[in-house]
């Protein structure tokens, strides 16, 4: 399959011959065969949610990280994932709580400070999407995971005359199975903080001469 015939799998696009199909053909040619990118921090997010009480989904979200992301088919076909997590960099818009998921109670960051995953396999799938497969490690243990995703846009040229590509992650875990056992309940029996988590993951990656331009310019703007 050429990468074209990829590419127009992910837009749902025909194999007739028309204006859109002539655009995405100059913009296939263009793209270029990178063998590292890198993630952008000022547009991804790397998040969560958990069932509170059975009533509201708590979102938070890990605010540092280090990302490698490897790949020279223009079609993401051999995409690779590595990324490190600061697990105290955990935010849930509530101090306390914060706090209380640093503890050995949860994540036990004093012992276990970093949280990783390490992409295994990508499989793609009509319309942009795809999964990809992985090992989740948290507090010493690692167990296999797979990320439902989604290629959300292609820029062949952004600000600066280079390439950006943003994607959507999301999956569902059961915390128990890395240890995070903490439980309590209410007094009729409903659980505080529910098992299972979903995993919600929006990147944008783009190449290191973008991404260092990008800082330029967020530090002349006083960023």
């Keep these: 399959m050429t990468i074209l015939n990829r590419i127009l799998g992910w837009l749902g696009l025909s194999n007739g011959k028309n204006e859109k199909l002539r655009q995405l053909e100059q913009k ?6 990178l063998a590292t990118w890198e993630i952008d921090p000022f547009h991804t ?27 020279s088919s223009p079609a993401f076909t051999d995409l690779r994932v590595e990324v490190e997590i600061e697990a105290a960099s955990i935010e849930t818009d509530m101090p306390a709580r914060d706090a ?15 949280i990783t995953f390490r992409s295994t396999a990508i499989r793609w799938r009509p319309l942009k999407r795809f999964v990809l497969e992985g090992e989740l490690t948290m507090k010493g243990v690692t167990h296999a995971v797979n990320l439902e995703g989604e290629l959300k846009g292609l ?8 390439p950006r590509v943003s994607f959507h992650l999301t999956g569902q875990i059961d915390r128990r199975k890395w240890g995070l056992t903490w439980h309590m309940e209410t007094g009729d029996g409903s659980i505080v903080v529910d098992n299972m988590v979903s995993l919600d993951i929006l990147a944008e990656i783009t190449t290191p001469k973008s991404l260092e331009l990008l800082r330029q310019m967020l530090a002349q703007m006083g960023g």
């Design 100 to 114: 209380y998921l640093r503890s050995p109670e949860f994540f036990d960051i004093e012992k276990y400070p970093t």
């Design 155 to 162: 820029v062949f040229k952004d600000l600066v005359g280079e």
């Design 28 to 33: 296939a040619s263009a793209f270029p065969r």
């Design 45 to 71: 997010t790397i998040g969560f949610r958990v069932m509170h009480m059975g009533l509201v989904e708590v979102s938070g979200r890990f605010k540092r990280y280090t990302a490698q992301v490897m790949g």
